[in-house]
């Protein structure tokens, strides 16, 4: 005895053997996929961190530089006779942290140049005002010499015109 639908029934279980094999594949490769993609997910976003973390720590450094110079520059007003070395001073430490920008491994480099630059500009304001402010004092010394000078072309004056009426008589 011969089964009668023998073509049927081996094209259905190959059609079965294609199905099963196609969704044995797709769990595979959806197996795949959620093992393999996120050890390379992970691996980006730990570059990243750590991108981000040097940035942190840089943005840190950065800051406490900048505080140090930003004493610096107020000490500037009290200073009398050690302007010129002060002002030296936080010049240098102005261009080691402008050298100490890493040039490739920042997102904003432009942002540390631009704050390195304005307190530059704040330290040349500085040195302007204090040489206004000498212009004024001797302005000043001055003034006060020529208000001296008047009394005593004054007083010249004086004795000169006593000592004219004195020759007159």
């Known amino acids: 005895m011969e089964v009668l639908n023998k073509k049927e029934r081996s094209s259905s279980f190959l059609l079965f053997l294609l199905m099963f094999v196609i969704c044995v594949g797709v769990l595979l490769v959806a197996l795949f996929f959620s093992y393999q993609l996120p050890w390379k997910e992970n691996a980006v976003l730990r570059e990243e961190n750590k991108k981000l973390q040097f940035e942190y720590a840089y943005q840190k450094r950065f800051v406490d530089d900048l505080e140090k110079v930003d004493k610096q520059i107020d000490s500037l007003n009290g ?40 307190y530059k500009k704040l330290l040349d304001s500085k040195r302007s005002l204090k040489q206004v402010e000498a212009a004024k004092n001797d302005i000043e010394y001055l003034n006060d010499k020529i208000k001296d000078y008047e009394k005593e072309i004054e007083n010249l004056n004086r004795a000169l015109a006593l000592s004219k009426r004195l020759n007159r008589n």
């Open 79 to 118: 200073s009398k006779g050690d302007f010129i070395f002060l002002d030296k001073s936080i010049s240098s430490d102005l261009v080691a942290i402008r050298s100490r920008i890493p040039k490739d491994s920042l997102d904003d480099r432009k942002m540390y140049e631009n704050m390195i630059l304005t």
